[in-house]
C-alpha cells in the first residue's frame, strides 16, 4: 500500500503498521520490530534480571528512615502493580506522587484512595491551577489537536520536580511505551527516563517553553508548573528514572488480574474498546483523546491492545483485526462533559475534531463514522469475558470529580 510516496507496510504479526506515531521498522520477513522484542519476554533469564534491580535499588536505601524512592501513580491501570512490586517484593518505602488530570472518574478516585490505603504509603498530589489547565488544553486541543498534553507534561515532570525537592534521586516508572509497542529498544539496554524521549514522544515534540507564541494568550505563569528540571538541578541530586518492565517479563493482563484479586483493583467497561483495566480514571482517554488519535494516525488504542493480545498468544490476528474494526467504529462519549468544562459548544468541539482527520486510504477505516457489523458475535463476546468487571457497587459517573479522597461506600 502507498501512502503519498510513500510505501506502507504491514507487520505480518501484529496490527501495527510503517505508519506508527512512535517510529517502527521490519525485518525480511515483515515482521515488526515490536514483535521482535517481544519475543525477549520468553528468552529473557528475568529471575536474573530482577537480582539486578535489586541490586540497583538497594544503593538508594535511605539511611534516614526516610523515602527510597518516588512513584508516579494514578487511579488506573499498572499503579498498583508497580507500587505491590516497589513495597512488597523490593521492601522499599516509596513516597508516591499523582498529577491531578481533571478529568478524574469517581471509580479513579476510589482507585486512588485504595491504593493509598492498601499499601500505607503517603502521596503527594499537583493541582495546578484549573483555569490554566483550561488555557492549555484550548491551545493544544486547536493547535495540535490533543487534550492530554497537560496530563502526559504533569505525569512526566512531577516526579523528577520533586525527586529535586526531597531530595530522593531514585524515580520507579513501570513499563517503557516505546519498548512494550514498537520494540524501540531491547529490554537488555535498560533504557532509563529521559527529557528527550519525553519532548519527542511524550510530548509530541513540544515543551511547556514551546507552548507560549505571539499569536495565544498563555504566558510563563501558566506553563511554569510543567518545566522541566535543568540539567544543573537534575544532576545535583543524582536523579534517574528506571522502568520495571526492563526487569519483569511485564503483562498488563496478567498484572492487573493479580491486582484486582489482591487488592480490589477496580475495573470497567469502555465503548471503544475490549479492555476493562486501562484507563478508568479518565472520562476522555478512551473518548476524545482515543478518536483524536484514530483521525491523526489512523488506529486507536484498542489497536494497541490488540497488538498486545496477538504477541502474548491469546488473540488471533484475523479476530483482532474484526475486533478492531468493530470498536473503532463506535462512537465517542463524555462529549458534553468535556465542552462544559473547557466553555466551548459540542458544534465547535466537532469541527476542531474533524479538522485533524486524515484519510487514511490504506486501511479498512475510511470511514469512521460507519459502524462496523460483526457478523460473528461469538468473536466478541470471547474477548469481552476474558477481561474482568468488577462489581462497582454505588457508583454512578455524572460530572469530572476535580479533587477527592475515595468512596468509603464502594466495597
Not at 517479563?249 to 489482591?262: A, G, V
Not at 462519549?333 to 475534531?353: A, M, P, R, T, V
Amino acid at each position: 500500500m502507498v501512502l503519498g510516496n510513500k510505501k506502507v507496510i504491514y507487520c505480518k504479526n501484529c496490527l501495527y503498521n510503517s505508519s506508527h506515531a512512535l517510529g517502527i521498522t521490519f525485518d525480511h520477513n515483515y515482521v515488526c520490530s515490536g514483535c521482535q522484542i517481544h519475543l525477549e519476554k520468553d528468552r529473557l533469564n528475568w529471575t536474573e534480571k530482577f537480582n539486578k534491580l535489586k541490586k540497583i535499588v538497594k544503593n538508594y536505601r535511605s539511611k534516614k528512615n526516610y523515602y527510597d524512592c518516588i512513584v508516579p501513580v494514578d487511579g488506573s491501570h499498572d499503579s498498583f502493580f508497580i507500587v505491590h512490586v516497589v513495597k512488597n517484593i523490593l521492601k522499599l518505602n516509596p513516597l508516591l506522587v499523582t498529577y491531578n488530570k481533571y478529568f478524574n472518574t469517581k471509580l479513579g478516585i476510589y482507585n486512588l484512595s485504595n491504593l493509598r490505603i492498601k499499601f500505607d504509603s503517603d502521596i503527594l498530589f499537583q493541582n495546578v491551577n484549573p483555569k490554566k489547565v483550561k488555557k492549555i488544553t484550548k491551545y493544544t486541543l486547536t493547535e495540535f489537536g490533543n487534550i492530554y498534553w497537560h496530563c502526559i507534561a504533569g505525569q512526566t515532570v512531577f516526579p523528577v520536580q520533586i525527586s529535586i525537592k526531597y531530595k530522593i534521586p531514585l524515580i520507579i516508572w513501570g513499563a517503557h511505551q516505546g519498548i512494550e509497542q514498537v520494540g524501540m529498544f531491547s529490554y537488555n539496554d535498560e533504557v532509563e527516563m529521559t527529557r528527550r524521549y519525553r519532548k519527542d514522544h511524550d510530548l509530541f515534540g513540544k515543551e511547556a517553553e514551546d507552548l507560549i507564541t505571539s499569536y495565544n494568550n498563555l504566558n510563563f505563569d501558566d506553563i511554569q508548573d510543567y518545566i522541566y528540571p535543568s540539567f544543573k538541578e537534575i544532576n545535583s541530586v543524582g536523579t534517574r528514572g528506571i522502568y520495571l518492565n526492563n526487569y519483569i517479563r511485564w503483562d498488563p493482563k496478567k498484572q492487573n488480574e493479580l491486582m484486582i484479586k489482591k487488592y480490589n483493583y477496580k475495573t470497567n467497561s469502555f465503548n471503544r474498546t475490549f479492555d476493562k483495566y486501562e484507563y478508568v480514571d479518565c472520562f476522555n482517554y478512551m473518548s476524545i483523546h482515543d478518536i483524536l488519535k484514530q483521525y491523526k494516525h489512523g488506529y486507536s488504542k484498542v489497536t494497541d491492545q490488540a497488538s498486545r493480545e496477538i504477541r502474548f498468544g491469546r488473540l488471533r490476528r484475523k479476530d483482532a483485526e474484526i475486533i478492531v474494526k468493530y470498536f473503532q467504529s463506535q462512537k465517542i462519549e463524555h462529549e458534553d462533559k468535556f465542552c462544559q468544562w473547557i466553555g466551548i459548544k459540542k458544534q465547535s468541539l466537532y469541527l476542531i475534531l474533524n479538522s485533524f482527520k486524515k484519510n487514511f486510504s490504506y486501511n479498512n477505516f475510511k470511514d469512521h463514522n460507519k459502524k462496523y457489523v460483526v457478523t460473528d458475535k461469538k468473536i466478541l463476546k470471547k474477548i469481552n469475558k476474558q477481561y474482568k468487571l468488577t462489581k462497582n457497587l454505588n457508583i454512578s459517573e455524572s460530572d469530572y470529580i476535580t479533587f477527592g479522597k475515595g468512596h468509603k461506600s464502594l466495597t
